[in-house]
């Protein structure tokens, strides 16, 4: 147990000094590292604000249900419970025939006789709102089965626009994830290979020995770990306090008070940014390090 305790220690020890001895090189990737970061951060929030502003639209966005005119509100509301059984349905609001008779009446201000004598024409009907807009289709089908219901209402143009702007955002962060990911590896792995390469003829010493590739490999792999982990807490630091700011100016303008948008606070996002970030850093940091290994202890 404690030859295991020493090892650990020294692979970890040996990992820490990497970092102090190739200061330029560290903090060469250190700035790079950083820079990736805050690229992939500030897409990150952008993506998740996008999102969260979607999602309030798209709980805006309804159709709504009429019903035959034969139908009481009695039997509307029982048509009601049916509806919000239906996977999809977020909420659902009864217009009754008093309501639907008002809402026209409200259209005709100016000129009140024009609906005088036709109180009893206007059929009880539901605004059903969605939880997912891409289920719209099918919730739409499920209820236009109901009996009693006559015909279905809606904005289909502005629901197909919001979906493809959601489906198109949620693509382009995966995309952009990707890259940086790939550009980060890279950099990672060219920032530790000049670290392997000024030690190569210890390591090949290690190797005469009879230091198993593993032993080798360890320390290089704390190192960058250490470094991906060190970014990210930079990044975080960074990203948060630019956010604040700039959430801070932004609610103060008069088109987002005019829009009446809403943004996400950062410290709703802190603990899956610093979940992401984390996983991110050491992530690109062991397989950097594996990549920058592999000439050396194939030789």
Do not use: H
């Not at 709703?268 to 202890?297: A, E, P, Q, T, W």
């Amino acid at each position: 147990m404690t030859v295991k305790y020493n090892i650990i220690s020294y692979l970890i020890g040996e990992g820490f000094k990497n970092i102090l001895k190739n200061k330029k090189s560290t903090a060469s990737s250190l700035s790079i590292m950083c820079m990736v970061m805050l690229v992939f951060g500030a897409f990150f929030i952008i993506g998740e604000n996008v999102n969260y502003i979607m999602n309030n639209v798209e709980g805006a966005q309804a159709v709504q249900v009429n019903f035959k005119d034969d139908v009481t509100d009695e039997e509307a509301k029982v048509i009601g419970e049916k509806i919000k059984k239906i996977e999809g349905v977020n909420k659902i609001e009864f217009i009754s025939k008093d309501d639907a008779y008002n809402i026209a009446k409200s259209t005709f201000v100016d000129d009140p006789v024009v609906l005088e004598g036709y109180e009893d024409i206007f059929p009880p009907a539901y605004v059903v709102t969605f939880t997912d807009l891409s289920l719209k289709d099918s919730v739409q089908a499920e209820i236009s089965k109901l009996d009693g219901v006559d015909t279905i209402e809606g904005s289909d143009k502005t629901m197909e626009m919001l979906m493809k702007i959601t489906n198109g955002i949620r693509i382009a962060t995966a995309v952009l994830l990707v890259i940086l990911i790939f550009v980060s590896i890279f950099i990672i792995s060219n920032t530790i290979k000049l670290a392997v390469y000024s030690r190569r003829k210890e390591i090949s010493i290690m190797k005469y020995v009879g230091a198993t590739n593993n032993f080798i490999r360890w320390p290089f792999i704390v190192e960058g770990i250490l470094i991906g982990i060190i970014a990210g807490l930079i990044s975080i630091l960074l990203v948060g306090l630019a956010y604040n700011v700039i959430l801070n100016q932004l609610l103060q303008t008069e088109t987002v008070k005019l829009l009446e948008l809403s943004f996400v606070n950062f410290s709703d996002m802190f603990n899956l940014i610093i979940i992401v970030y984390l996983i991110l850093g050491s992530g690109i940091g062991i397989i950097g390090s594996v990549m920058s290994m592999r000439k050396y202890l194939d030789v």
